[in-house]
């Protein structure tokens, strides 16, 4: 039996998990046992607990309870508790997600006392290191054992940065293992997308109807928190949402709702409130939010996982950053990168408003066995599915 800790602390995080929760499960309870430690970096119940609940994820065994505070301070407090936890449970590997304070924080616990990490959603570069996700990745990858990628272009990333693809287990910090398994959200979006349509009401609580309305999400600490890019990003809403008679929802982060009035201003922080089409919402649960991503016309978001999924969903996405770590999607046209840049905006806007009927979504994200890829490696098992192989076409096939 082996034993893994897995690490919790931010919504996608907790949405990650439950991809590898349910394999374990349902094929590998009797070879893996799997310790949660949630950290509390998100703590509202609509940012943690709504996805332990409604994903069939394990309650996790340790809360940490960290709360928000300023980097630093927050992670700091997240090694410390993790410390203790993983000295008590001595887990054969510490298994981490993404990019976020949790996932640099169990980097750095587990590394000291030489605990092997698991790195899920390796590779991935925004080549930005202003952006705190992007120090966060690339200190946990270079710290992991065994490096799981979900698409060619991370997995090409980590043999750049000196990662052998030839290394063979035993696999240890000096000689990691690197893996292009797939995405274990893909492998969620389609576990989840039937459940969504016959569990999730939001469509008739809101009046919308499928194909009418455009979603939206910013949360980006770089959108937020300097007012001359949230006021582009809502002057560029405002204008499709009049001028277009859009319906647009918004599932606003926390963070986003504490800062909109005061870094909109007040002019545009009334207009907004007098634009009776855009819709602003706290944040959406996961099926509430899969519904909203198979029912719009168009995605709208700085979020790595909203990018993923509208292209898993078929919908063009419009991105609000400068860069994406999702590269595959923007070559496939099927999204484009607008920065936080009204004119730019407005632009991807028209553009997808004449070509939408055109647009491909070849599979780009695996076979929606990532996880069970991802176990078996753990167990040092070849793998029987080969995470980014052949059929991906039964998902698509349902839309
Ligand atoms: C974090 C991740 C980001 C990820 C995002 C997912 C880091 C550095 N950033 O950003 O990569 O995309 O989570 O959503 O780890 N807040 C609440 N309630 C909560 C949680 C947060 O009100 O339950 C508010 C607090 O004011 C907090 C702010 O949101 O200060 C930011 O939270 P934090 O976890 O620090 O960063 P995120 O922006 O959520
Ligand atoms: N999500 C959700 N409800 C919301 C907004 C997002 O369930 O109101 C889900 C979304 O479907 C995706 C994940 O949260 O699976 C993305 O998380 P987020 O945008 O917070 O972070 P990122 O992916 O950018 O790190």
């Known amino acids: 039996?082996?034993?893994?800790?897995?690490?919790?602390?931010?919504?996608?995080?907790?949405?990650?998990?439950?991809?590898?929760?349910?394999?374990?499960?349902?094929?590998?309870?009797?070879?893996?046992?799997?310790?949660?430690?949630?950290?509390?970096?998100?703590?509202?119940?609509?940012?943690?607990?709504?996805?332990?609940?409604?994903?069939?994820?394990?309650?996790?065994?340790?809360?940490?309870?960290?709360?928000?505070?300023?980097?630093?301070?927050?992670?700091?407090?997240?090694?410390?508790?993790?410390?203790?936890?993983?000295?008590d449970e001595k887990p054969d590997f510490l298994v981490l997600y993404g990019d976020t304070n949790s996932t640099l924080a169990g980097a750095i616990a587990a590394s000291k006392i030489h605990i092997p990490i698991v790195h899920i959603e390796a590779g991935l570069r925004s080549f930005n290191k202003k952006m705190p996700e992007e120090i966060n990745r690339i200190l946990c990858d270079h710290a992991s054992t065994l490096l799981f990628s979900p698409t060619a272009t991370g997995y090409n990333n980590l043999i750049r940065e000196g990662f052998n693809s030839d290394s063979q287990a035993p696999f240890h910090p000096d000689h990691p293992g690197i893996f292009h398994?797939?995405?274990?959200?893909?492998?969620?979006?389609?576990?989840?997308?039937?459940?969504?349509?016959?569990?999730?009401?939001?469509?008739?609580?809101?009046?919308?109807?499928?194909?009418?309305?455009?979603?939206?999400?910013?949360?980006?600490?770089?959108?937020?928190?300097?007012?001359?890019?949230?006021?582009?990003?809502?002057?560029?809403?405002?204008?499709?949402?009049?001028?277009?008679?859009?319906?647009?929802?918004?599932?606003?982060?926390?963070?986003?709702?504490?800062?909109?009035?005061?870094?909109?201003?007040?002019?545009?922080?009334q207009k907004l409130q007098s634009t009776p089409t855009i819709k602003i919402l706290p944040p959406?649960?996961?099926?509430?939010?899969?519904?909203?991503?198979?029912?719009?016309?168009?995605?709208?978001?700085?979020?790595?996982?909203?990018?993923?999924?509208a292209y898993f969903f078929q919908k063009p996405g419009i991105i609000l950053r400068s860069e994406t770590e999702w590269v595959e999607i923007v070559q496939e046209q099927a999204a484009i990168v607008t920065d936080a840049d009204k004119e730019k905006i407005l632009s991807a806007y028209y553009h997808f408003r004449s070509t939408e009927i055109g647009l491909k979504f070849p599979p780009l994200f695996g076979d929606g066995k990532a996880a069970e890829f991802i176990c078996e490696t753990i167990l040092g098992i070849e793998p029987r599915?080969?995470?980014?192989g052949a059929d991906c076409h039964d998902f698509y096939d349902w839309l």
């Open 1 to 87: 039996m082996k034993k893994i800790v897995t690490i919790i602390g931010a919504r996608p995080q907790i949405i990650k998990a439950a991809a590898l929760s349910r394999a374990i499960a349902n094929q590998y309870s009797d070879q893996i046992t799997e310790v949660i430690v949630h950290t509390g970096q998100h703590y509202d119940t609509n940012m943690s607990k709504v996805f332990i609940d409604e994903l069939g994820i394990p309650n996790p065994n340790y809360n940490l309870n960290v709360g928000s505070a300023s980097h630093g301070m927050q992670t700091a407090r997240m090694i410390e508790g993790l410390e203790t936890i993983l000295l």
């Open 181 to 269: 398994c797939g995405d274990i959200m893909y492998d969620n979006s389609l576990f989840f997308k039937e459940l969504a349509k016959s569990k999730s009401d939001i469509l008739e609580k809101y009046g919308l109807a499928d194909g009418q309305f455009i979603l939206g999400t910013i949360h980006r600490n770089n959108n937020t928190d300097l007012p001359e890019r949230l006021q582009a990003i809502f002057a560029a809403l405002i204008e499709i949402a009049e001028t277009y008679q859009e319906n647009i929802v918004l599932p606003l982060h926390p963070r986003t709702s504490q800062l909109l009035e005061q870094n909109l201003g007040s002019d545009l922080y």
């Open 284 to 309: 959406v649960s996961f099926l509430d939010m899969i519904q909203l991503e198979s029912n719009c016309k168009l995605v709208i978001t700085d979020s790595g996982g909203v990018q993923k999924e």
């Open 385 to 388: 599915t080969h995470g980014t």
